[in-house]
């Protein structure tokens, strides 16, 4: 059975191709002799687009570049090079601060939304992941739906029904999209400002993030992914430690792909007795903690909970800010600049705070390193497209607990307004039925099954300064109303329960009421930059 799909090309692209990826058919794959902006630039339109990075390079960058001078290359190959220096250093001595000095930027395709999560874990490295919003999933790829056939359960008693079931949520998918996007045209007129082009593009955007939730999480998306060398082998050790057996065989495309470009930074992670020990006790530990665990708390459900509690504060959290403020202008100790900042009236601390915070003439304007001196930590509950977007936040504490369907699912009003609310209710139904049959022989490749709609519980921990970073830009217009409100009440509950209002208003940045087209401004603004290019 063929789980990934090869990409086509003619002998001519090829020529090209093989001057700069290392492979041409293979899913996982890392960018060579190109500039840097040019990496980065083709990574940042790999989010919005429906093509393969080797595609979206032949089609809409290879025309820009002079590439007469690099007919010499083949990075299908690999590496040859003088590498004693980095062995000796690295591998003989152990100095893994010299694995931080080179970087790859690979390309990894055709790897299921439960992946990607796994792939994104890290936080030292950079993500772009295609986006649900800009590209309609119905779009096939070698003539089939893109979602992940896991080879165990497709060559299962389950085969039939699992690929059966994923095809019809995926015609499902796009009969809602057809019939939302209708509904918003027809009820949001088009202000005559805008062409047609910005009015389209923004009215499909809404309805893909209305519809997003009826996809499975076994949908298949592309990830960019920029890191050192030695946050590769931090990710690829962990992958081939995990339990879910898609990962495993994505970290050893990842491995093979790497090592022609990093070979002496990655010599570690399969030896048995380097990172084989080390995958061999993150495995071990995450098997008995979960025994353990299982068997003191059982499998129970919790009954209904807020969709968003902040669990755990400093009462005392403005004034350690404050004084954190006062440090470096200070002679003093912090215990006695604390004590000093107890005796200040409410509006001496204000003053302060408010120098520190100074004039935000936008949001990228934020306080210095103060601000994380106190930190706050939420149990969320949302649905799984709203955690895929929140997840991706690297500068802070995330931990989340397995995608089933029991916490049931959130149906978007705009679902109900179209009047397909019973079709929308009838995919993830399946996807419930699915998961049932499959989670006792296959636990973990069962989350496949889930849709996005389903909620999953998840806890976040971050200080303040990353809080004024995430809450300012996932409230901001153009965000998906679902992690908008998840955004939203985290900042309340930062000023009310908290009690820290004078945080809470710091982050002045924060979009209190959503726009009927959540997309437009921006597509407004790319149509712009286009006009004046």
Not at 150 to 165: A, E, K, L, N
Not at 302 to 331: M, Q
């Amino acid at each position: 059975m063929t789980v990934y799909v090869p990409e086509e090309f003619t002998a001519a692209e090829s020529e090209v191709l093989r001057r700069y990826f290392t492979n041409l058919d293979q899913p996982v794959f890392a960018l060579v002799n190109l500039p840097e902006v040019v990496k980065g630039a083709l990574f940042a339109r790999y989010s919005r687009s429906p093509k393969s990075l080797r595609r979206l390079f032949l089609d809409e960058f290879l025309g820009d570049l002079d590439v007469s001078g690099d007919v010499t290359f083949d990075a299908t190959v690999g590496v040859d090079r003088a590498e004693s220096l980095y062995e000796k250093v690295f591998f003989d001595y152990g100095d893994d601060s010299v694995a931080q000095l080179g970087g790859v930027h690979l390309a990894c395709e055709q790897a299921s939304n439960v992946l990607t999560k796994i792939l994104e874990w890290g936080r030292l490295m950079s993500y772009l992941e295609q986006s649900t919003r800009y590209i309609a999933y119905d779009e096939r790829l070698g003539g089939r739906y893109r979602y992940y056939r896991d080879p165990d359960i497709v060559v299962g008693r389950f085969g039939t029904r699992y690929v059966g079931d994923m095809d019809r949520m995926f015609d499902s998918y796009s009969q809602l999209a057809d019939e939302v996007t209708r509904h918003v045209r027809e009820t949001v007129p088009k202000d005559p400002r805008d062409s047609d082009f910005v009015y389209r593009q923004a009215t499909r955007a809404k309805a893909l993030d209305a519809v997003r939730g009826a996809l499975p999480a076994a949908s298949l998306s592309n990830v960019g992914i920029y890191g050192t060398g030695q946050a590769f082998e931090s990710l690829l050790l962990r992958m081939r430690a995990h339990a879910l057996p898609e990962a495993r065989v994505y970290a050893d495309m990842m491995l093979t792909e790497l090592r022609k470009v990093v070979p002496s930074f990655l010599k570690r992670v399969d030896i048995p007795e380097r990172g084989g020990a080390w995958s061999d006790y993150l495995a071990d530990t995450r098997d008995s903690t979960h025994s353990i665990v299982e068997r003191i708390l059982g499998d129970d459900i919790a009954s209904e909970v807020d969709e968003v509690t902040l669990t755990d504060f400093d009462p005392d959290g403005e004034s350690k800010v404050i004084a954190a403020i006062c440090y470096s202008h200070s002679h003093l100790p912090e215990s006695q600049i604390m004590s000093r900042v107890d005796e200040l009236s409410t509006e001496q601390r204000r003053d302060i705070l408010r120098a520190y915070v100074g004039q935000r003439a936008n949001r990228r304007h934020r306080p210095g390193r103060a601000f994380e001196r106190t930190d706050y930590r939420f149990d969320v509950l949302s649905d799984y497209g709203a955690f895929r977007d929140l997840q991706r936040h690297r500068l802070l504490t995330i931990e989340w607990q397995p995608l089933t369907p029991y916490h049931g699912y959130a149906r978007p009003d705009l679902v109900d307004a179209a009047g397909v609310a019973p079709a929308f209710d009838e995919v993830v139904e399946r996807a419930r039925g699915l998961y049932e049959a499959l989670v006792h022989e296959y636990p973990q490749q069962a989350s496949y099954a889930v849709s996005m709609a389903y909620r999953l519980r998840y806890v976040m921990q971050f200080n303040a300064r990353e809080a004024m970073h995430m809450l300012e830009l996932r409230s901001a217009p153009q965000g998906h109303p679902a992690y908008r409100r998840v955004a939203l009440e985290m900042h309340r509950q930062i000023g009310e329960v908290a009690g820290h209002r004078a945080l809470a208003e710091a982050m002045s940045h924060m979009t209190m009421d959503a726009p009927e087209l959540e997309r437009l401004e921006a597509e407004r603004r790319a149509e712009s930059k286009r006009r004046d290019s």
